[in-house]
T-cell receptor, first 110, second 113 residues
Framework: QKEVEQNSGPLSVPEGAIASLNCTYS??????FFWYRQYSGKSPELIMS????GDKEDGRFTAQLNKASQYVSLLIRDSQPSDSATYLC??????????FGTGTRLTIIP | GAGVSQTPSNKVTEKGKYVELRCDPI?????LYWYRQSLGQGPEFLIY????????DSGLPNDRFFAVRPEGSVSTLKIQRTERGDSAVYLC???????????FGPGTRLTVL
């Protein structure tokens, strides 16, 4: 059973601070990794993808991947109230289907 | 439109009835996926199409579920003899290349009474 684990939260972060979201996965052959943002009542929105070890930055978002530790994280700098959402980690093992974690609910406190 | 579209947005049906859910992927995306999401859970994979063929249907829960994509674009997910446990949000996604990010439609909320 391939698993993707996330802390369900809620995670509360003051406005302007850095939010750190973590994810671990069980399948060592996993090849590509994604972070999705999901607002309440809406569908998941792709915000970051990462394929190799290290950091990938896009605006206020940084994804970090460590395949040896089977760990992927998402950092959100200068957190805004509009960042309040559930963040889903998803892993692709090369067979196209994504395995999702249950998501971390993030609340940015003004 | 530019994104994935799904119809209907909401579907309420009675136990035992047949339903069809439709997905129109992003133009040019050859890969199409169906997932379903229950409250408090991440999306759960159902089936993946590459072109017209179902490349992986390992996530379909049983033979009441079937999906087609006859012309390699629009897909229809068909559920026979619906059960209350089928109630969920059914999400469709598409992608342009193998291993790349998948883009989701708005979903169809299915409620089986």
């Amino acid at each position: 059973q391939k698993e993707v684990e996330q802390n369900s939260g809620p995670l509360s972060v003051p406005e302007g601070a850095i939010a750190s979201l973590n994810c671990t996965y069980s399948d060592r052959v996993s090849q590509s990794f994604f972070w999705y943002r999901q607002y309440s009542g809406k569908s998941p929105e792709l915000i970051m993808s990462i394929y190799s070890n290290g950091d990938k930055e896009d605006g206020r978002f940084t994804a970090q991947l460590n395949k040896a530790s089977q760990y992927v994280s998402l950092l959100i700098r200068d957190s805004q109230p509009s960042d309040s959402a559930t963040y889903l980690c998803a892993v692709n093992d090369g067979n196209e289907k994504l395995t999702f974690g249950t998501g971390t609910r993030l609340t940015i406190i003004p | 439109g530019a994104g994935v579209s799904q119809t209907p947005s909401n579907k309420v049906t009675e136990k035992g009835k047949y339903v069809e859910l439709r997905c129109d992927p992003i133009s040019g995306h050859t890969a199409l996926y169906w997932y379903r999401q229950s409250l408090g859970q991440g999306p759960e994979f159902l089936i993946y199409f590459q072109g017209t063929g179902a490349a992986d249907d390992s996530g379909l829960p049983n033979d009441r579920f079937f999906a087609v994509r006859p012309e390699g674009s629009v897909s229809t997910l068909k559920i026979q003899r619906t059960e209350r446990g089928d109630s969920a949000v059914y999400l469709c996604a598409s992608s342009h290349a193998s291993g790349s990010g998948q883009f989701f439609g708005p979903g169809t909320r299915l409620t089986v009474l």
